[in-house]
């Protein structure tokens, strides 16, 4: 059978944009692509580019006060949010044209429309057009959700957050995971006043239970409120705002309402049902190990599948697809030992187990260290970091690295390869500290504080 094209993509964020590019530029693939709202992607457009840009534009505040402990004679003034986000939008413009260019440039076909998929080899536009092609990829990426409760519709979303025409005077903030924490901290370093309301017991679930209580005591005395067991169960526009009803205290009325709730994969109106392809329970893709769903010739990539919604893992998983099918390099995405970073203030970042988990798997030495790194303490500011290492008391490997510091991001991608390379405690001891530095502290942690596990 003759095809239109090789490959056809449905999503032009990171994990689609990189499995067409290397498919055309590397494969010699005829590629096509579609994507009905802007290249790019969550992650571009309404995600880590322009959330990481407004961590650094929440952050000045502080640094002018140290400044001030610092000797330096200087007025912070006020911050303006149109200013701002007209040079957000500019880059983000930038951004998404090298994404296009990049496409084009490898020789990929653009189709600037929403497809869906009307068989195993035939995709269909939103004009009508139908397309053939020998494999089919999607990814599409997630969406928000905002639970169905009276008033919903009242809520903003993190992808209204970057378009808003004026930075609200109080915020209440619902959810407790890292976009909602993230939001937080940086809503509040822009000098909004931030409530924080989390059903559950603790914020940043998931993560190491040592390190998000360190974050979570932070973001409180720094001045957000949060509530923890507290649930939003209705939302109502008053003369005032927009109030609140709430369980566990964070009832009341507020300029706005950001609903950070989790999110879901989209594929809603895809088509994808009643060709047989698997849907989980969150509505994912359902993939194997090489991104293949029960449908030979359609593969899925990325937020789509619901595996580890993180912008590099897509981009793995959709240039292990475009070598296996189109390079004859047969391989699958690496889901292990991924670090990742919350940028809150101060940071998380995170490689490997929890010291829940891996107490649960084995015998497990802690080490902990936390205190007041320099430059802050200098400035007289009472922040507080931490480094701890999860050691097995078996083979010695350091099975897991968490630290809340400024630029911790940083410094966990370092970490991960050691980590990643299966470095001991003795790997970490045996290298000579870097000094002064707050990372120092990752190789002269002695002592374990506690050991603890299933023998």
Same mark, same amino acid.
């Given at each position: 059978m003759t095809f239109d094209v090789d490959l056809?993509?449905?999503?032009?964020?990171?994990?689609?944009?990189?499995?067409?590019?290397?498919?055309?530029? %590397?494969?010699?693939?005829?590629?096509?692509?579609?994507?009905?709202?802007?290249?790019?992607? $969550?992650?571009?457009?309404?995600?880590?580019?322009?959330? =990481?840009?407004?961590?650094?534009?929440?952050?000045?505040?502080?640094?002018?006060?140290?400044?001030?402990?610092?000797?330096?004679?200087?007025?912070?003034?006020?911050?303006?949010w149109p200013a701002f986000r007209t040079a957000l939008? =500019? %880059?983000?413009?930038?951004? %998404?044209? #090298?994404?296009?260019?990049?496409?084009?440039? !490898?020789?990929?076909?653009? *189709?600037?429309?929403?497809?869906?998929?009307?068989?195993?080899?035939?995709?269909?536009?939103?004009? +009508?057009?139908?397309?053939? !092609? =020998? *494999?089919?990829?999607? #990814?599409?990426?997630?969406?928000?959700?905002?639970?169905?409760?009276? +008033?919903a519709d009242l809520a903003l979303t993190s992808n209204d957050v970057f378009l808003l025409d004026a930075l609200p005077a109080s915020v209440l903030i619902v959810g407790g995971g890292f976009i909602a924490c993230e939001f937080a901290c940086i809503l509040h370093g822009l000098g909004v006043q931030v409530t924080l309301a989390y059903r559950g017991e603790q914020v940043l679930r998931g993560f190491?239970?040592?390190?998000?209580?360190?974050? !979570?005591d932070a973001m409180t005395a720094r001045g957000i409120d949060i509530h923890?067991?507290?649930?939003?169960?209705?939302?109502?526009?008053?003369?005032?705002g927009i109030r609140a009803t709430a369980t566990g205290g964070a009832g009341g009325t507020y300029d706005a309402v950001l609903?950070?709730?989790?999110?879901?994969?989209? $594929?809603?109106? &895809?088509?994808?049902?009643?060709?047989g392809i698997g849907l989980g329970s969150n509505g994912e893709v359902l993939v194997d190990d090489y991104s293949q769903t029960a449908v030979p010739s359609i593969y899925a990539v990325g937020d789509v599948t619901d595996r580890i919604a993180l912008t590099p893992v897509a981009i793995r998983e959709g240039h292990a697809f475009a070598d296996t099918v189109? =390079?004859?390099?047969?391989?699958?995405?690496?889901?292990? &030992?991924?670090?990742?970073a919350v940028f809150t203030q101060p940071e998380l970042g995170t490689v490997g187990l929890t010291e829940a988990a891996a107490a649960a798997q084995e015998p497990i030495e802690v080490y902990v260290a936390t205190f007041r790194p320099m430059q802050t303490l200098f400035a007289g500011r009472q922040d507080r970091a931490l480094f701890k290492l999860?050691?097995?008391?078996?083979?010695?490997?350091?099975?897991?690295? *968490?630290?809340?510091?400024?630029?911790?991001?940083e410094m966990i991608q370092l970490a991960a390869i050691a980590i990643k390379m299966g470095a001991t405690k003795e790997d970490f001891d045996r290298t000579v500290a870097v000094h002064p530095t707050i990372a120092e502290e990752l190789v002269t942690m002695k002592s374990p504080v506690r050991r603890v596990g299933n023998a």
């Open positions: 056809f993509v449905i999503g032009g964020g990171s994990g689609g944009v990189r499995a067409a590019r290397i498919a055309a530029s %590397e494969g010699g693939a005829r590629v096509a692509l579609a994507e009905e709202y802007r290249m790019g992607g $969550t992650c571009v457009i309404r995600g880590c580019v322009p959330k =990481k840009l407004m961590v650094y534009a929440s952050a000045f505040p502080a640094q002018i006060e140290d400044a001030r402990a610092y000797g330096w004679d200087v007025t912070g003034g006020d911050f303006s939008d =500019k %880059e983000l413009i930038r951004l %998404e044209n #090298a994404y296009r260019s990049g496409l084009v440039n !490898a020789g990929v076909t653009i *189709h600037p429309s929403r497809a869906v998929v009307e068989d195993a080899h035939t995709v269909r536009l939103a004009d +009508g057009q139908r397309i053939t !092609a =020998k *494999h089919i990829l999607i #990814a599409t990426g997630g969406r928000p959700f905002v639970p169905q409760i009276p +008033g190491d239970d040592e390190a998000r209580g360190h974050v !979570a923890c067991h507290s649930d939003i169960t209705a939302l109502e526009r008053t003369a005032d609903y950070a709730t989790g999110r879901k994969p989209n $594929t809603d109106g &895809l088509g994808l049902g009643a060709l189109f =390079k004859g390099q047969v391989r699958k995405a690496d889901h292990e &030992l991924v670090a990742s999860v050691v097995s008391q078996a083979t010695r490997r350091v099975l897991g690295c *968490h630290i809340v510091a400024p630029g911790a991001g």
